[in-house]
């Protein structure tokens, strides 16, 4: 299954059928689950289910968590919705895993009145622990509890006992729930002297876990030797380390035997994605063994995902193709490639039926929460009702400049059909192109509002040039401009 995000956040999805040459069904309109439409960690979790279905748990802005359902049987379809409610407490990470046909959720929630956007790392955050029933909704109490610092949360469940693992000061802590929700004591895997990289996904082997990582034992060194760190998390251990096994490149992702890729690998073997002389490949980790074992398959140089298939010596890459043409909205992909290759099965892949997903829209998914709408009343945004008395003075300035010095007036400031320049911003409350959607991650022009209310110098910027503003009365006027570098 392909997923990527297109406008306002909305997610598609595509089927490919295993030892397929080419695409026989179309892209289905799932609908909006996380807010905005950024990098792939902020898109939502797929899990796959026994039954051979495929849920999604996505984050919203306010902190909801939303659910949807894929599935070829209709009545087990549920369409895009909040599974858990908002909470006052900004979410810090989240992640999911197969629970039966149920789906266990852990979110790590900051300390109220926490930002996000703060350098000051969070301490006492709140973890909790939500199990999901097949269709989205509560199926039991939730667990929750205090603990000093916890971001990057991981989840595996494994037979009856859940594995929970989250990075804090420098170390990954881990700790276990049971059936009869009865929590371990937490426990470090000290890093040393290293530095562990992006957590792997959590995946099992009976009544254990195992967590992965990237690792390298000084990353201020010029040469460094890549290495993959991992540990076997067995129930009730007392002392937990990290093993390490060197890998011939860097690290770019680390891609797992759990519920969703159970199609390859056996339950201690995973795939690594590495870069080898600037070329991208797979290599074959088997982790009771320690050994590594490379693919001769040679993957795109440019891609944003490659899964493995038939044990990594097969692969479907998808990347995300943005056409920069000043027709094309840069913020959009203006297509998505699939690229299938290496071994494919011996049997002509069978067509598969669009109808697996329900489109669905989620009231006010980009609601902001709390803090979210502390840090918007510090700013006065274009298309605001103050906003109107900054835009006039910076016309009538960019009028006034023109009739004095026509050559002085530079385009980055008073170019009316320039999406780079400061006028065409504050008069279109972007810097896209006239012909693109508006983004959620376009960058809305805004000024500081204690600065505003005081109406002495409101500074106005984008890139390297700024515009400052001053009050005369009940109107602004330019009072100073200035780019950095001349």
């Not at 073997?269 to 001769?296: G, H, T, W």
């Not at 279109?428 to 991650?441: G, V």
Request: neutral net charge; proline residues 5%.
């Amino acid at each position: 299954m392909a997923l990527w995000a297109a406008e306002n956040g909305v997610l598609w999805a595509q089927r490919v059928p295993r030892g397929a040459r080419a695409l026989s069904s179309v892209a289905t309109k799932v609908g909006q689950l996380t807010t905005g439409t950024g990098p792939r960690n902020e898109q939502p979790i797929a899990i796959a289910l026994p039954s051979g279905d495929l849920a999604l748990v996505g984050l919203l802005a306010n902190g909801r968590i939303s659910f949807a359902r894929g599935s070829t049987v209709r009545a087990r379809r549920v369409a895009p919705k909040v599974a858990i409610p908002t909470n006052e407490r900004e979410v810090l990470g989240f992640d999911a895993t197969a629970s039966g046909e149920n789906i266990d959720v852990v979110i790590v929630r900051g300390p109220v009145g926490y930002e996000s956007m703060s350098r000051k790392p969070p301490e006492n955050v709140e973890i909790e622990l939500v199990t999901l029933g097949p269709s989205g909704d509560s199926a039991g109490a939730s667990l929750r509890w205090q603990t000093r610092q916890a971001y990057a949360p991981r989840i595996a469940r494994c037979e009856n006992l859940r594995f929970l693992a989250w990075e804090s000061m420098g170390d990954v802590v881990v700790s276990t729930v049971s059936s009869e929700a009865e929590r371990s004591a937490e426990r470090i895997v000290s890093t040393g002297r290293g530095s562990v990289g992006k957590l792997s996904r959590m995946f099992c082997q009976d009544r254990a876990a195992w967590l992965a990582a990237s690792w390298q034992r000084d990353p201020f060194a010029s040469e460094n030797t890549n290495e993959l760190a991992f540990v076997k998390l067995p129930e009730g251990a007392s002392r937990l380390a990290w093993q390490k096994v060197k890998l011939p490149g860097q690290t770019r992702d680390i891609l797992l035997n759990d519920g969703a890729l159970s199609a390859y690998g056996t339950a201690t073997q995973l795939i690594v994605e590495i870069q080898q002389k600037q070329m991208p490949q797979f290599v074959r980790v088997d982790l009771q063994a320690q050994k590594v074992a490379s693919s001769r398959l040679v993957l795109p140089w440019s891609h944003d995902t490659c899964l493995p298939v038939s044990n990594g010596s097969g692969a479907v890459c998808a990347n995300a193709v943005r056409d920069e043409s000043a027709t094309v909205c840069p913020n959009l992909p203006s297509r998505v490639d699939l690229t299938l290759l290496g071994e494919t099965s011996t049997a002509p892949a069978a067509a598969l039926s669009a109808e697996f997903w329900t489109h669905g829209s989620i009231a006010d998914a980009d609601a902001p929460n709390t803090a979210a709408r502390a840090r918007r009343a510090k700013r006065v945004y274009c298309g605001d009702a103050d906003w109107k008395v900054l835009r006039e003075a910076l016309a009538t300035w960019c009028a006034s400049q023109a009739k004095a010095d026509p050559t002085r007036v530079r385009e980055v400031y008073c170019a009316s059909d320039k999406e780079y320049s400061l006028l065409y911003q504050a008069t279109k409350c972007t810097n896209l192109p006239a012909a693109c959607p508006a983004s959620k991650l376009s960058l809305t022009p805004s000024v500081d509002r204690a600065e505003f209310d005081e109406g002495q110098r409101i500074e106005l910027s984008y890139m390297n040039c700024s515009v400052w503003f001053a009050r005369d009365g009940a109107t602004m006027h330019v009072a100073d401009s200035e780019c950095s570098g001349e």
